[in-house]
């Protein structure tokens, strides 16, 4: 045989071997196990736990269950609540006839024999205490990303569910997108801030409630109940366990009833009315209606309704824009005409696809909305708390040579406000959210190119402000150490944020903070409302505070009132 036959049959079989196993690929054992994903927040892997059925069959689409857990708790407990698997007791072979139940550390050590389900379920670890606004909220989207790249999913048959904490980032994550959700399950929810301005977003979700009757949280869980049933929600079940404290899951998820309850609905993407309100351009969609355009901070409200083969009628308050999607929905004919109404106005659109409205002097126009290139829109659009939402570094100033003591003393201040590992986002004494803190002179251009930048400093004294000084809204004065000034701004698609002076989380006059600013690390306790604040001596003594406007300028009144300080400067203004 020819040496050239040889070196041919050797590549032959080689490429054979890899075409095997990239046709078979790796298998996941079934049941309870870890996997992790990739998050661009800290460069880090961050782990989720997840069920596999026990005759998996890769070819087929499955139904989605994703639980997310309560405070002080992690992943590996989430997926065991699932399945209404809490912590054993038994006898303790040290002292007979003492009742031994495992801590959450021994419980988190292995998995429980779990039933045999026809479901996929995932738990995300999202960053241990921090609720499920911002990092941790992104992190069960990435999760739920990697899922869908490692399995079949059936998309019309996503569920979530959670407890406590859990419970309210079901009510967070089900109003903000409520058309990736066939149905959710709220356990004693802890409602997160925002989430009842929005209530209207669950008119089309199926809703079950659960909680004790001794539970602290069972009125707002009511109240929560009342508010589905009042916009019509499809369905809206609630049970209450008498005599039962802050424990509800031991029984709301006991059985694996959950999943025999989630087993009747299927995501609708074309219902026949759709109420929809939001502050920002982040949830800026639901099912076939999109808002093109609003005032960040502002709730826009939306209320469209088919009232008729290609008849809608719709209402909006504080919308300046939105676009209808109506492709693929029962009750629309695209080779007739659509009447459409809004706000009174009626429209006659011939039957494209996508249809758009824009107002324009107070006056609805059937006319698509283009943001400028230096408007308020999606990814550009503010509010303080987006700028450590996601990848995000820590920046100190070195520019004018500080001493060695004051060096120290900007780092000190940068590492407390990188340092999340302050309650929020500590699981059994370990820091989950490791953003990076650097001096201005170490900045890398990866950094630019990938990262929110939080810059602590003036121009005088940190280069990366000084950098973009003709493009920044306001600076501070050096010598101005009795006031602080915090501001978010867009900058080369992604956001600087401008804390110069006193920090933003110096304390009140009183000297107290709320246990909500307590609860957490120093970077949580930015407004998730507001674009801005600048305030003299302490936290609560405001200069002015609120939202740029739609242009990124500052509203007039913010002006006068910081011209009137003499220590602030304005530029891109």
């Given at each position: 045989m020819k040496k050239s036959d040889v070196k041919f049959l050797f590549t032959v079989a080689v490429l054979m071997l890899f075409g095997s196993l990239i046709l078979t690929g790796q298998k996941l054992k079934p049941g309870p196990q870890d996997l992790t994903f990739f998050s661009s927040v800290d460069e880090t892997n961050q782990p989720y736990s997840i069920y596999i059925p026990k005759n998996f069959d890769e070819t087929k689409e499955y139904p989605l269950v994703i639980f997310l857990h309560g405070a002080m708790s992690n992943n590996r407990l989430g997926l065991r609540r699932a399945f209404g698997l809490g912590n054993i007791q038994g006898t303790s072979f040290t002292e007979p006839g003492f009742i031994h139940k495992e801590d959450d550390l021994e419980a988190s050590r292995y998995w429980p024999e779990m039933p045999d389900i026809d479901y996929i379920v995932a738990a995300p670890l999202a960053r241990g205490t921090a609720g499920y606004q911002g990092i941790p909220e992104q992190d069960v989207y990435d999760m739920l990303d990697d899922i869908k790249s490692r399995f079949n999913i059936d998309e019309n048959r996503t569920y979530l569910t959670g407890l406590s904490m859990g419970g309210g980032g079901t009510l967070w994550l089900g109003l903000t997108r409520p058309d990736i959700w066939a149905a959710i399950a709220p356990t004693c929810p802890a409602s997160p801030e925002g989430a009842t301005d929005i209530y209207i977003n669950?008119?089309?979700?199926?809703?079950?409630?659960?909680?004790?009757?001794?539970?602290?949280?069972?009125?707002?869980?009511?109240?929560?109940?009342?508010?589905?049933?009042?916009?019509?929600?499809?369905?809206?079940?609630?049970?209450?366990?008498?005599?039962?404290?802050?424990?509800?899951?031991?029984?709301?998820?006991?059985?694996?009833?959950?999943?025999?309850?989630?087993?009747?609905?299927?995501?609708?993407?074309?219902?026949?009315?759709?109420?929809?309100?939001?502050?920002?351009?982040?949830?800026?969609?639901?099912?076939?209606?999109?808002?093109?355009?609003?005032?960040?901070?502002?709730?826009?409200?939306?209320?469209?309704?088919?009232?008729?083969?290609?008849?809608?009628?719709?209402?909006?308050?504080?919308?300046?824009?939105?676009?209808?999607?109506?492709?693929?929905?029962?009750?629309?004919?695209?080779?007739?005409?659509?009447?459409?109404?809004?706000?009174?106005?009626?429209?006659?659109?011939?039957?494209?696809?996508?249809?758009?409205?824009?107002?324009?002097?107070?006056?609805?126009?059937?006319?698509?909305?283009?943001?400028?290139?230096?408007?308020?829109?999606?990814?550009?659009?503010?509010?303080?708390?987006?700028a450590v939402s996601s990848n995000h570094i820590y920046v100190y100033g070195t520019a004018d040579n500080p001493s060695s003591e004051e060096l120290a003393k900007r780092r000190s201040q940068a590492n407390e406000a990188a340092n999340w590992a302050i309650n929020a986002g500590y699981y059994m004494g370990t820091p989950l959210i490791f953003?990076?803190?650097?001096?201005?002179?170490?900045?890398?251009?990866?950094?630019?190119?990938?990262?929110?930048?939080?810059?602590?400093?003036?121009?005088?004294?940190?280069?990366?402000?000084?950098?973009?000084?003709?493009?920044?809204?306001?600076?501070?004065?050096?010598?101005?150490?009795?006031?602080?000034?915090?501001?978010?701004?867009?900058m080369n698609q992604h956001y600087v944020l401008v804390n110069s002076g006193l920090s933003w989380w110096t304390a009140p006059s009183s000297g107290r903070m709320g246990s909500s600013m307590m609860a957490a690390g120093k970077s949580s306790m930015l407004s998730k409302t507001e674009d801005f604040l600048i305030f003299k001596n302490t936290s609560d003594n405001v200069v002015t505070r609120g939202n740029f406007d739609n242009n990124w300028k500052l509203p007039n009144d913010a002006v006068n009132l910081l011209k009137a300080t003499n220590v602030v400067t304005f530029g891109g203004q």
């Open positions: 669950g008119s089309n979700l199926p809703v079950h409630f659960f909680v004790g009757d001794k539970d602290g949280l069972m009125q707002g869980t009511i109240e929560w109940r009342d508010r589905f049933i009042s916009i019509g929600a499809p369905v809206v079940d609630y049970v209450e366990y008498p005599g039962i404290g802050h424990n509800s899951w031991e029984y709301s998820y006991k059985d694996g009833f959950i999943f025999d309850w989630f087993a009747q609905f299927e995501r609708d993407m074309f219902p026949k009315e759709v109420q929809f309100s939001t502050k920002l351009f982040k949830y800026n969609k639901a099912y076939w209606v999109t808002l093109d355009n609003l005032t960040p901070g502002t709730l826009a409200v939306i209320k469209a309704k088919f009232t008729g083969n290609n008849v809608i009628e719709i209402t909006t308050s504080d919308l300046l824009a939105f676009t209808l999607k109506l492709k693929g929905h029962p009750m629309f004919d695209a080779g007739k005409s659509v009447k459409i109404t809004v706000d009174g106005k009626s429209f006659s659109a011939k039957s494209p696809d996508n249809i758009s409205f824009s107002k324009e002097n107070g006056t609805w126009k059937n006319k698509k909305f283009t943001p400028g290139l230096t408007s308020k829109q999606k990814g550009a659009e503010g509010i303080l708390f987006s953003p990076r803190v650097v001096a201005d002179r170490s900045i890398r251009q990866s950094d630019y190119d990938l990262c929110n930048l939080v810059l602590f400093g003036t121009k005088e004294t940190n280069s990366v402000i000084a950098k973009y000084a003709d493009k920044l809204p306001m600076h501070l004065d050096t010598d101005a150490e009795d006031y602080g000034m915090v501001y978010i701004f867009p």
